[in-house]
């Protein structure tokens, strides 16, 4: 089985199949398709005992405006999850095939979404007003999708190790 680890925001992630990544970011940029698409770094359908399909975002830091950055993260959220859906639903053509093998099915629809952002320096103690503010930003989304409350989620770097999201910092 093929693996791969993506280098980002100073996280090696990974190593995942490569049948189960989809580098939405990568491919539009190289693609040079998607110029005013906000883009996560990369869709991942986490094959446990309860899969899902996970959104994962990665930042080194948060800003002092932090209004105005969650809100650039929404969109990316948002602008992925629907070019994902458009794709799993046949409705994108040009971009089909991009797509890898285990999110292409269409039962994928009906998991659980979690919606990620990783931000490795973070400090544990500050953590959960961090998810608050960004669980806040998403409420809409949250409904209209219906993502459970507990699927969005800012993850530090030994938070995103449980998670098995990261294996080192670079």
């Given at each position: 089985?093929?693996?791969?680890?993506?280098?980002?925001?100073?996280?090696?992630?990974?190593?995942?199949?490569?049948?189960?990544?989809?580098?939405?970011?990568?491919?539009?940029?190289?693609?040079?398709?998607?110029?005013?698409?906000?883009?996560?770094?990369?869709?991942?359908?986490?094959?446990?005992?309860?899969?899902?399909?996970?959104?994962?975002?990665?930042?080194?830091?948060?800003?002092?405006?932090?209004?105005?950055?969650?809100?650039?993260?929404?969109?990316?959220?948002?602008?992925?999850?629907?070019?994902?859906?458009?794709?799993?639903?046949?409705?994108?053509?040009?971009?089909?095939?991009?797509?890898?093998?285990?999110?292409?099915?269409?039962?994928?629809?009906?998991?659980?979404?979690?919606?990620?952002?990783v931000i490795p320096t973070i400090p544990d103690q500050v953590l959960e007003q961090i998810n608050q503010k960004f669980r806040?930003?998403?409420?809409?989304?949250?409904?209209?999708?219906?993502?459970?409350?507990?699927?969005?989620?800012?993850?530090?770097?030994?938070?995103?190790?449980?998670?098995?999201?990261?294996?080192?910092?670079?």
């Amino acid at each position: 089985m093929n693996k791969i680890s993506i280098s980002e925001s100073g996280v090696l992630f990974g190593e995942f199949a490569l049948e189960n990544i989809f580098q939405i970011e990568k491919l539009l940029t190289d693609l040079n398709y998607g110029d005013g698409i906000n883009k996560v770094e990369f869709v991942l359908k986490q094959e446990s005992i309860k899969p899902a399909i996970l959104f994962v975002e990665a930042k080194s830091s948060i800003p002092r405006e932090s209004d105005i950055f969650f809100e650039e993260i929404k969109l990316k959220m948002v602008h992925s999850l629907s070019l994902w859906f458009s794709l799993v639903s046949g409705r994108h053509s040009l971009l089909q095939s991009s797509l890898v093998k285990n999110l292409k099915s269409l039962s994928n629809l009906k998991l659980p979404i979690k919606l990620i952002l990783v931000i490795p320096t973070i400090p544990d103690q500050v953590l959960e007003q961090i998810n608050q503010k960004f669980r806040k930003s998403l409420e809409v989304e949250r409904k209209i999708w219906d993502i459970d409350y507990s699927h969005i989620l800012v993850l530090n770097e030994s938070r995103a190790k449980k998670y098995k999201l990261i294996g080192q910092v670079c």
